[in-house]
């Protein structure tokens, strides 16, 4: 869908595995609670994924390639387990580890069964005894409105606020995303956008960020003016992980003006 080739892997872990209720997180809370509160969710993620989750995937990652596979906590932040892959060559651009980016604050809803087929099954298919997968997967509309709301937060980044590397992959991944039926249907379920709004408030407040005015009429995706070298510096670095037809960024830029035209009028 948007023709772009990833080592991250985003992962919802469930709450209930660390302890709390279903709805125990989405209780009314004071803010210096709800501060505590994912605090502590976010310390009872990073022992269940060190203690838990890392062996056993260790193991059967280890019987899979027949020696030690090499799987550890990021220790700059231990919510993201690594997997440092068998390579054959290297490339700045890309990543000699696979991360799994596994959170217990995230959102589950909407979400469908899909079919996942690797690209190295679709290009070597022989190789491959089982070439796809059936999981569970947070649906294409949500993906949309989350990465708004990313581009949103960044058009209020303070300049003296460094842009996190890697960025621009948002911008480009909008753009693609507003190019299939994926931007209609969400364009039609703007109660999605407030859900994913309240998510963040709650859950990842940046009081920059002004998550209240991402709504439509005060929806920004583009990115103030100073913002713009260092993400058009980042787009170039990624674009060996980009396939099929590359847009420039200006051209991304032109066409998330357009999509924020759209949603604001």
């Known amino acids: 869908m948007i023709q772009r080739f990833s080592e991250d892997i985003d992962l919802i872990l469930d709450w209930r595995l660390l302890g709390f209720g279903l709805n ?156 299939t039926p994926v931007k209609d249907h969400a364009l039609a379920d703007l109660d999605l956008l407030r859900k994913v709004v309240d998510f963040k408030t709650k859950f990842y407040p940046r009081k920059w960020a002004k998550y209240l005015e991402a709504v439509p009429g005060t929806l920004r995706l583009l990115p103030p003016d100073y913002g713009v070298p260092a993400l058009a510096k980042d787009y170039e670095s990624m674009k060996d992980m980009l396939f099929g037809s590359i847009p420039s960024f200006d051209t991304i830029l032109m066409a998330l003006a357009s999509l924020e035209r759209e949603i604001n009028d």
């Open 24 to 179: 125990e997180p989405w209780e009314k809370r004071s803010g210096t609670k709800q501060e505590a509160f994912n605090k502590e969710a976010n310390a009872r993620a990073e022992v269940f994924l060190s203690n838990e989750f890392c062996p056993v995937i260790r193991k059967e990652l280890s019987m899979t390639l027949g020696n030690d596979a090499r799987v550890y906590i990021d220790e700059s932040n231990r919510q993201d387990v690594l997997f440092a892959y068998p390579t054959s060559f290297s490339h700045s651009a890309i990543l000699q580890v696979i991360r799994l980016e596994i959170g217990a604050l995230a959102a589950w809803s909407p979400a469908r069964m899909a079919d996942v087929t690797s690209f190295a099954a679709q290009q070597y298919p022989d190789m491959f005894e089982r070439k796809s997968a059936k999981v569970l997967t947070v649906a294409p509309e949500r993906t949309f409105w989350e990465k708004a709301t990313i581009l949103h937060h960044e058009a209020h980044r303070p300049e003296h606020l460094e842009m996190p590397m890697r960025y621009s992959r948002h911008y480009y991944d909008l753009f693609r995303l507003a190019q």
